[in-house]
């Protein structure tokens, strides 16, 4: 699946969306040779893990997830 891109120099918005979530789409926030940003809107029927081979951060900004890291499993909540 490729990630939209945000332009250059735009302003993103990365709020919680409330309703507008069973309509949003993830998205790569920056992309540089060195990082990459992006916002995944993960639903309760996506249960595919996600793998990563380098580091990684991760914020829930909304709702909660089980996130496993280095054999630990976590259940990751949005702060309010």
């Known amino acids: ?3 939209t891109h945000a332009a250059s120099g735009e302003l993103l918005d990365i709020r919680p969306l409330g309703p507008a979530l069973p309509a949003a789409k993830s998205r790569t926030l920056v992309q540089s040779p060195s990082l990459e940003s992006s916002g995944w809107c993960c639903r309760r029927q996506d249960g595919r893990p996600h793998r990563v081979p380098g580091a990684i951060t991760v914020q829930c900004l909304e709702g909660a997830i089980e996130f496993e890291a280095h054999g630990r499993l ?5 702060v309010t």
């Open 74 to 78: 976590d259940v990751m909540r949005a």
């Open 1 to 3: 699946m490729a990630l």
